[in-house]
């Protein structure tokens, strides 16, 4: 059992304004919170999760899927989603993240992929697409090359580097070997040797080994949408909040609802409104605000924010925020094989193929993805995915089960979407969630380039899965509107120029000097996939010129 | 929460769909106690999908047997030949889902008792497994299929 969450040993007064407000507590706020802390700063982190003990991690397959047990709530915080502007949002689920300490690393994959050079500039390499916002980050993948090697040391990152053709420059290997071959690691990799592709031991947020006194994984399978019960997992809950707590400069407040960020006359940010667990309102006065909330729920209380200075919301004179929301494309298709693959035993994930990172252009597609073999989902969706072309309910449905469960997989192409401005978050202006404030509202239609890259990357993965020696495939069908996501990116994102970006390649906000946000809204484009190190690194990478901007007075 | 009479007719609904043959099934599962607590806490907003299901299978079991007391009292081919021919209705899939659902849920909910569920597919109440976990990743078969071990 991992050990529980630290008590906050501080307690900042409300009144006197703290060095620094982080709201959230996942990769982005923890990893900030901890770092400033590192760097000798008083940190109030808020959080509207909980904390869950030990003893409440176990193998409740309901609990994650079904009755949002620490997840988002679609009850009390309700969202809406449309197409197209032109069309009123129904109510219905669509953004998922995990509402607890940890944010949504308490219940990840782990996949820990960097992102390589060209991700940060492949407007520039290979031009535009039409009805895409496409540009270049401000920073380059060196800059963000030392953050990416301090996380994976920092948290425990499992992996090999250099073990595959076309690896970005690692200035250290991973700290930790990879983790264990699984069934569907196997098989990915003899399709890939069959079909000449490259593959690789995949890099996880999860210990192969003891680490900082953590305990290795034990195979135990739910990793995918589950919080580890071993504490092997190297999320935010498990690692960069505990070590700001240990700090004595950071206070921890659960169950905390931001529902503004306030500014002054001059425009500069003087403190956060939030509901705390009794849904009392507090005012935390604080010199800064490091805004953490993930790619959904940082626009949202950015729009929340506005005031007579800030009209149209905070930190949005350039109208951007909100606006280019990412998810990753993904393409799936279940496969069953003779043998027992087991796939429900052992990391989600342990070896993935990058071969198709780039695409050759002659098909005319910008970005790339890559690829896994992963078991998914436990033994209810697993059961419930049986192919409709088979029997449903019956003797023979029953009978198809345990072969379904213990010899099928799932290829999972992992790909880049491209940025929409029409694609946003927004405020809905009629519905309202529990605590009084508009609900998230999505409008988000894929384009047609993605649309029809996904299907490309479909039909690979039934050539991977074909040469590794598949029985029979059933595709997953792929929809210009996506069902559910959970990979939040791009809303507001980093530029140089104000008029067409949010932050500065600091994370600053162009308009507020004291407001800072860092999360998957800042990303420029949305990566091949895997998101998560790369907002962490940017995370640790922010904090550090937070801290040194700090220093000099520059806040 | 079901009536005694709603909680008989949707257990035989849940045992024509996971039946109990050489294996135990849904009934032995439990399956039904899980429906009658989802139906009363996480899946509320469904009850009359399930009421208003369980009202027109009573019409239907009336007119295609009459005299007969109840679905649950029919045979099992009979009572196949009803469920064939709702297949497609909103509540059949509802109770097939929820069916899937209890027999493979944590027993805390209800179903899944003594896990039976997870015996009938292979996954087994442990926290922690060591390799080989499969056919695929043992080392012989790793050797035959990729000429290493990884």
Redesign the interface.
């Known amino acids: 059992m991992p050990q529980a969450l630290p008590a906050s040993t501080r307690t900042f007064p409300t009144d006197t304004p703290v060095d620094f407000v982080v709201i959230g507590s996942g990769p982005a706020g923890g990893s900030v919170a901890r770092e400033l802390t590192r760097k000798g700063f008083n940190v109030v982190m808020l959080e509207q999760g909980r904390a869950f003990g030990p003893e409440e991690l176990e193998h409740d397959e309901v609990g994650a899927f079904f009755t949002e047990r620490w997840t988002n709530s679609s009850e009390s915080q309700p969202q809406t989603y449309r197409t197209t502007e032109a069309e009123k949002a129904e109510r219905r689920p669509f953004v998922g993240y995990a509402k607890a300490v940890g944010g949504t690393s308490f219940h990840f994959t782990g996949n820990y992929w960097r992102f390589r050079p060209i991700d940060f500039n492949e407007f520039s390499v290979k031009g535009g697409v039409d009805g895409a916002a496409l540009a270049d980050w401000p920073i380059s993948y060196d800059e963000l090359e030392p953050y990416y090697t301090a996380v994976e040391w920092a948290i425990g990152v499992s992996g090999k580097a250099n073990a595959a053709p076309g690896e970005p420059r690692h200035s250290r290997d991973y700290p930790l070997p990879p983790l264990n071959v699984t069934g569907p690691g196997v098989l990915l990799t003899h399709g890939c040797e069959k079909l000449g592709w490259s593959s690789k031991p995949a890099p996880m947020a999860i210990l192969s080994r003891e680490y900082n006194g953590r305990q290795p994984c034990h195979n135990c399978g739910f990793c995918l949408a589950f919080p580890c019960e071993w504490g092997a997992k190297s999320g935010a809950n498990y690692t960069m909040v505990p070590e700001a707590l240990r700090s004595d400069r950071c206070e921890l407040r659960t169950e905390c609802t931001v529902r503004k960020i306030e500014t002054n006359n001059d425009g500069r940010v003087t403190g956060v409104i939030y509901f705390d667990k009794n849904k009392r309102e507090v005012v935390q006065r604080a010199k800064a605000v490091v805004l953490c909330a993930n790619g959904a729920e940082s626009p949202r209380l950015l729009l929340m924010s506005k005031s007579n200075r800030f009209p149209n919301g905070l930190a949005n004179s350039s109208g951007m925020v909100g606006k280019h929301f990412m998810f990753n494309g993904a393409a799936l298709t279940r496969a069953e094989f003779a043998h027992e693959v087991n796939g429900h035993r052992g990391p989600v994930v342990s070896r993935i193929s990058h071969h198709h990172y780039e695409l050759d252009q002659s098909l005319g597609f910008t970005g790339g993805g890559g690829f896994d073999f992963r078991f998914d989902v436990p033994a209810i969706l697993t059961a419930a995915s049986l192919p409709r072309s088979e029997p449903q309910w019956g003797s023979a449905f029953k009978a198809r089960l345990k072969p379904w469960f213990t010899h099928s997989l799932l290829s999972y192409a992992h790909t880049t979407s491209l940025p929409v401005a029409k694609n946003s978050v927004s405020l809905d202006p009629e519905l309202k969630d529990a605590l009084g404030l508009p609900a998230l509202r999505t409008t988000f239609k894929e384009h047609e380039h993605d649309m029809r890259m996904y299907k490309h990357f479909q039909s690979l993965g039934r050539e991977l899965l074909t040469a590794a020696g598949a029985l029979k495939m059933h595709d997953d069908p792929i929809n210009e509107t996506p069902g559910f996501t959970v990979h939040l990116l791009g809303t507001c994102r980093m530029g140089n120029d104000p008029k067409t970006s949010v932050v500065d390649k600091y994370h600053r906000a162009h308009d507020v000097p004291n407001l800072f946000v860092v999360d998957g809204s800042s990303f420029v484009t949305s990566g091949r996939g895997q998101p998560t190190l790369t907002i962490q690194a940017l995370a640790f990478r922010a904090a550090d010129h937070i801290a040194q901007a700090a220093t000099r007075g520059e806040i | 929460m079901l009536t005694p009479e709603q909680f008989t007719e949707l257990e035989a609904m849940t045992a024509?769909?996971?039946?109990s043959?050489d294996?135990p099934?849904a009934r032995e599962a439990g399956v039904v106690w899980f429906i009658d607590f989802a139906l009363t806490?996480?899946v509320a907003a469904q009850g009359a999908v399930f009421t208003d299901g369980l009202a027109q299978l009573k019409k239907d079991v009336a007119a295609a047997h009459p005299g007969s007391a109840s679905f649950a009292s029919l045979t099992e081919p009979q009572q196949?030949v009803l469920?064939t021919r709702m297949?497609n209705t909103e509540f059949f899939e509802a109770v097939?889902?929820a069916?899937?659902?209890g027999?493979?849920?944590?027993p805390k909910?209800g179903g899944n008792k003594d896990y039976i569920?997870?015996d009938?597919?292979?996954?087994e109440?442990?926290?922690?497994?060591?390799?080989p976990?499969?056919?695929?990743?043992h080392p012989d078969?790793?050797q035959a299929?990729?000429g290493r071990v990884?």
């Open positions: 024509r769909i996971i039946p043959d294996t099934g806490s996480f196949d469920l297949e097939r889902f069916t899937i659902a027999m493979f849920s944590l909910y569920g997870w009938l597919i292979g996954q109440h442990v926290f922690e497994f060591k390799p976990f499969g056919w695929y990743d078969n790793q299929l990729l990884l």
